[in-house]
């Protein structure tokens, strides 16, 4: 008799154990995985305000280049 209580202990711990593991990757997957996708976003729009930012300089660049030309046709 004491073999069957053995049992429904070990069954009912085995439950309470797989419904805790469960909430616990279901947890994990919500707020850590979450992160690591926002961080994967957030560094690919870095990354596109990076480019950005470089062509926004290449342009000041050239729109200086060609103002300085303009200048010295314009003193000829």
């Known amino acids: 008799m004491a073999g069957d ?3 429904a202990y070990l069954l009912f711990g085995t439950l309470v154990g797989i419904v805790l593991g ?3 990757a279901f947890l994990y997957r919500r707020f850590v995985g979450n992160k ?3 961080e994967t976003k957030l560094r ?3 990354r596109d305000l990076e480019k ?3 062509q926004k300089d290449e342009y ?3 729109a200086i ?3 300085k030309e303009e ?3 314009a003193h000829e």
């Open 65 to 67: 280049k060609s103002i």
């Open 36 to 38: 690591a996708r926002t």
């Open 60 to 62: 000041i660049a050239r």
């Open 5 to 7: 209580g053995n049992m």
């Open 52 to 54: 950005r930012l470089k």
């Open 44 to 46: 690919a729009e870095i």
């Open 22 to 24: 469960i909430n616990i």
């Open 71 to 73: 200048g010295s046709k």
